[in-house]
C-alpha cells in the first residue's frame, strides 16, 4: 500500500506509479494537456492500477462525446475488476465511473459525494463533484461541495490553491463575488497557472459588467491561461464577450479567426464558445460572414451524440443557421434519445434541452413569436442545462430579440428592465432599451 501526495492510501505496485498518477491529477486539476501522457505514464508504471483505470473512464467521460462512453464503461469494468483488493475509496470510485458511464450523473455524483465525506481531502472526487454539479445547474452545491471541505485543508496541503479556485467559482456562480474575488486572487497567487481560478475572476468581471477590468485580469494572466489545454480557448471567449460589451466588434472578429478559431479542434467546448460568440454578434447586429459554415460542417458529425443537453442547444444554433437537413437529424436524434434513454440527461434534454433547441431553430429561421412562447415558461428552468451564467445568458438574449422582433413589446420591456437592473450600463442593455422605447 502506498500514498498520494496528500497521504490518501491508494493501491499500485511501485512508487513511480503513483508519482505518474499524483501528476495526472494535478495536470487534470490544472486542465493541461499533459493529462494523457500522464496517464500513459501510470499505465507503463502499473498495468493494473485500479485509479488508472477509473481516470480513463473518467477522461472518456469528460469529452463528453458519444462514440467514447462505451471505452468509457470498458475502463470502469477494469477499474472495479482490479479495486476488488483495494481501498474502499477505490472501489467507490470505480463505481462512481461505472454510474456515470451508464448515464447515471446523479448516482456517481453521491457517490463523489459519500467519497468525500471520508476522505475530504480526495481532491480528484472533489474536482468532478465540483464538475457534476455544475452541469447540474446547481450553483448551491457547486459553491458547497467544496467550501464544506474547507476545514480539511489548509494552504501548506498540495493542490490547496486549486481547491480555491474552486471555491471561487462556486462564489461567483451563487453571486458572491467579493469573496470569489479574494478565493480566485488566493488561487492564482498560489499557482499563476490555474486557468480554472483565472477564468473565475474572468466571470465575476463579466457578470459585474466590468469590461475593462476583465480584459486587464485576462490579459494580466495570459502566460498562466494560454497554458492549458484546449480550454484556453475558453478564456480567450471570455476575454471576447468583454469586447462585445465594449462593442468593438472589429476585434471580437480578429480574435475569433486569429485566437478562438481552431479549424482542427472537435473539443465540445470549442464548438459552443464558437455558436455562443457568433451569435452574440449577430444580435449585436454584426455580419460573421460564412464563418458558421465550417462550424456546422464539425457539428454535424455530432448530432446523435447526446451527451450533454447543453451541448446539443449549441449545435442546434450552429446547425440551423446554414442551408441543409443536419439540424433536423440533430432534433429527431434529441427526441428519439429523450424518449427512449434512461440515461439522467435523457429527462433534461425533454424536459428542457428539446423545447430550447427548437426556439433556437426557430430564431435562427425568423419564426420569433415561437420563441417567445416556447421559452417564457423555460426561462428561470435554463440552469438545469448546466453551465454558467453568462453561458446561458445567450439564451435571455435570444428570447429578448425575439420579443422585440415579435411586436411582444410589453413582454420585451419587462425582460430588459429585469436586464438594466442587474447592469445598467451595459451596452447591449441599452441600445435594447432605446429601441423598445424603454427609459434609461
Known amino acids: ?77 477494469d477499474a472495479a475488476k482490479f479495486a476488488q483488493a483495494a481501498t474502499k475509496r477505490e472501489q467507490m470510485h470505480a463505481e462512481a465511473a461505472t454510474h456515470w458511464s451508464h448515464g447515471r450523473k446523479g448516482a456517481a455524483l453521491a457517490t463523489w459525494e459519500t467519497i468525500l465525506e471520508e476522505e475530504p481531502r480526495d481532491i480528484l472526487a472533489l474536482r468532478l463533484a465540483h464538475h457534476g454539479h455544475f452541469y447540474e445547474g446547481d450553483g448551491q452545491n457547486l459553491r458547497d461541495t467544496v467550501t464544506r471541505r474547507m476545514f480539511a485543508w489548509n494552504s501548506d496541503m498540495a493542490g490547496y490553491g486549486y481547491v480555491k479556485g474552486m471555491q471561487a467559482f462556486g462564489f461567483e456562480e451563487t453571486h458572491n463575488y467579493d469573496a470569489a474575488l479574494l478565493a480566485g486572487h488566493e488561487a492564482v497567487e498560489i499557482n499563476g497557472h490555474d486557468a480554472w481560478a483565472i477564468h473565475a475572476v474572468a466571470h465575476v468581471h463579466e457578470m459585474r459588467d466590468e469590461a475593462t477590468a476583465g480584459i486587464d485580469w485576462i490579459k494580466k494572466n495570459k502566460v498562466g491561461w494560454r497554458s492549458s489545454n484546449n480550454f484556453r480557448n475558453h478564456v480567450q471567449w471570455h476575454q471576447m464577450l468583454m469586447y462585445l460589451d465594449q462593442q468593438d466588434y ?19 467546448l470549442d464548438l459552443v464558445n464558437d455558436a455562443a460568440v457568433l451569435l452574440r454578434l449577430e444580435l449585436h447586429g454584426q455580419d460573421v460572414g460564412d464563418r458558421w459554415q465550417a462550424l456546422a460542417e464539425k457539428c454535424k458529425d455530432h ?3 447526446q451527451a450533454l443537453a447543453f451541448i446539443d442547444v449549441h449545435h442546434a444554433i450552429s446547425l440551423s443557421s446554414v442551408p441543409g437537413d443536419d439540424v433536423k437529424v440533430l432534433l429527431d436524434a434529441m427526441e428519439s434519445y429523450a424518449s427512449e434513454s434512461s440515461d439522467d440527461n435523457a429527462e433534461i434534454t425533454g424536459a428542457i434541452g428539446l423545447p430550447l433547441a427548437h426556439a433556437l431553430v426557430a430564431h435562427r429561421a425568423g419564426d420569433h413569436g415561437a420563441v417567445v412562447d416556447l421559452l417564457m415558461p423555460l426561462r428561470y428552468r ?7 451564467h453568462a453561458q446561458r445568458d445567450l439564451f435571455a438574449m435570444v428570447l429578448i430579440n425575439s420579443a422585440m422582433a415579435s411586436g411582444r413589446t410589453n413582454v420585451a420591456k419587462m425582460l430588459i428592465s429585469e436586464r438594466l437592473a442587474r447592469a445598467p450600463q451595459n451596452a447591449w442593455n441599452l441600445n435594447c432599451a432605446r429601441e423598445i422605447g424603454v427609459a434609461v
Open 1 to 77: 500500500m502506498f500514498h498520494d501526495c496528500r497521504g490518501l492510501e491508494i493501491t499500485a505496485t511501485s512508487s513511480d506509479a503513483i508519482t505518474a498518477f499524483d501528476q495526472t491529477v494535478d495536470s487534470y486539476l490544472g486542465i493541461k494537456p499533459e493529462a494523457a501522457p500522464n496517464l500513459k505514464a501510470t499505465f507503463e508504471a502499473d498495468p493494473e492500477m485500479p485509479m488508472a483505470h477509473t481516470m480513463k473512464s473518467y477522461f472518456f467521460m469528460l469529452m463528453a462525446t458519444g462514440p467514447l462512453k462505451e471505452r468509457s464503461r470498458k475502463a470502469a469494468a
Open 250 to 268: 472589429a476585434e471580437v472578429l480578429r480574435q475569433y479567426d486569429e485566437e478562438l478559431w481552431d479549424a482542427e479542434s472537435d473539443e465540445y
Open 303 to 305: 448530432t446523435t451524440d
Open 382 to 388: 435554463f440552469h438545469l442545462l448546466g453551465g454558467s
